[in-house]
């Protein structure tokens, strides 16, 4: 079965950077698009950014374009988003996501991971 595990959250001081990592496995990973989202405490889940299959396409919420990059690695089946410049606004769990292209991953995954929390202190 499809399984996504999330790696690198924890705590950081605002300005700092973090590198989350979302391992992939029960598919075949260079084929499928992957996204990530975030839901802060009492809020709802919301789109960080999304990438396609090769990679050559991204796309960025308005609140994280130029501080976070999404990217991937095909021979380890990752995800990543290397966020910089973190605001204590960006706090929340931050989820990985996979579907079979750009507009289905963004709006209705097929599959999620199970998270990694993200504080960053002011």
């Known amino acids: 079965q499809v399984q996504l595990v999330e790696s690198g959250g924890g705590l950081v001081q605002a300005g700092g950077s973090l590198r989350l990592a979302c391992a992939a496995s029960g598919l075949t990973f260079s084929t499928y698009a992957m996204a990530w989202f975030r839901q802060a405490p009492g809020k709802e889940r919301e789109f960080v950014a999304a990438i396609n299959w090769s990679g050559g396409v991204t796309y960025y919420a308005d609140s994280v374009k130029g501080r976070f990059t999404i990217s991937r690695d095909k021979f380890k089946n990752t995800v990543y988003l290397q966020m910089n410049s973190l605001e204590p606004e960006d706090t929340a769990v931050y989820y990985c996501?996979?579907?079979?292209?750009?507009?289905?991953?963004?709006?209705?995954?097929?599959?999620w991971g199970q998270g990694t929390q993200v504080t960053v202190s002011s």
């Open positions: 996501a996979v579907g079979p292209n750009t507009r289905v991953v963004i709006t209705t995954p097929d599959y």
